[in-house]
């Protein structure tokens, strides 16, 4: 069964510093991993998806790459700022269905950078 | 603006009582989701839709229906047989696979639900 983990569950960091979320999962087996953001009360917002066949994806100070042997996906954020204080969390597509519609989510990491 | 609309952002219901959560979307996707968050829990997945009048349980079906009449709506009721129903709903939508399309998720603001 295809777990997703997001480790650690927070961080706090002082702006301006680089920083590394990372999402591990279990079976390689994925069509595609997303990263999302989320802010309190709100939905969800699509930062980066990343299909099977791809290594990593930018988007501004975001970068996120792939590795389905090791089963790990990074979130890279340059020179954080507070408004990138939120949850982010990411999902695997798998290549099969199941109960949970084939998305696998992690629980997410929340982010706070400090002024 | 392409998207997807919840609505109520909250609602509140008293014991007994069915509530049906709207979700509609002009992004032209098949495939439609809803999930419950709570605190600490993550997303569990209640209900989704490939397609038109099909939809499928999830994890947590218990308790919910819904129905899926035209691609764009896919409503959520919360029924009185739901034994914890406060809690903060989402739904999502996207095209899926095969290679065609990207299998992008997209969420809506969500719907915030408390029984009184």
């Known amino acids: 069964k295809q777990e997703v983990t997001q480790i650690p569950a927070a961080l706090s960091v002082p702006e301006g510093e680089n920083l590394v979320l990372n999402c591990s999962f279990t079976?390689?087996?994925?069509?595609?991993l997303q990263w999302f953001r989320q802010d309190p009360g709100k939905g969800l917002t699509s930062l980066l998806l990343?299909?099977?066949?791809?290594r990593e994806q930018t988007s501004g100070r975001l970068n996120a790459s792939l590795d389905k042997s090791s089963g790990r996906s990074t979130l890279y954020i340059a020179a954080s700022q507070p408004g990138d204080s939120a949850t982010y969390l990411c999902?695997?597509?798998?290549?099969?269905?199941?109960?949970?519609?084939?998305?696998?989510f992690g629980k997410g990491t929340k982010l706070s950078v400090k002024p | 603006d392409g998207g997807i609309t919840q609505s109520p952002k909250y609602l509140f219901r008293k014991e007994g009582q069915n509530v049906t959560l709207s979700c509609e979307q002009n992004?032209?996707?098949?495939?439609m989701y809803w999930y419950r968050q709570d605190p600490g829990q993550g997303l569990r997945l209640i209900y989704y839709?490939?397609?038109?009048?099909?939809?499928q349980k999830g994890d947590i079906a218990e308790g919910y229906s819904v129905s899926r009449e035209k691609k764009e709506s896919f409503p959520l009721t919360v029924t009185s047989a739901q034994k914890n129903p406060t809690a903060f709903y989402l739904c999502?939508?996207?095209?899926?696979?095969?290679?065609?399309?990207?299998?992008?998720?997209?969420f809506g603001e969500g719907s915030r639900l408390t029984v009184l």
């Open positions: 999502a939508s996207s095209n899926p696979p095969p290679s065609e399309y990207t299998g992008e998720l997209f």
């Open positions: 079976d390689s087996a994925i069509y595609n």
């Open positions: 990343i299909q099977s066949s791809q």
């Open positions: 999902a695997v597509r798998l290549n099969y269905g199941g109960s949970q519609g084939n998305l696998i």
């Open positions: 992004l032209n996707h098949d495939a």
């Open positions: 839709s490939q397609i038109v009048n099909d939809f």
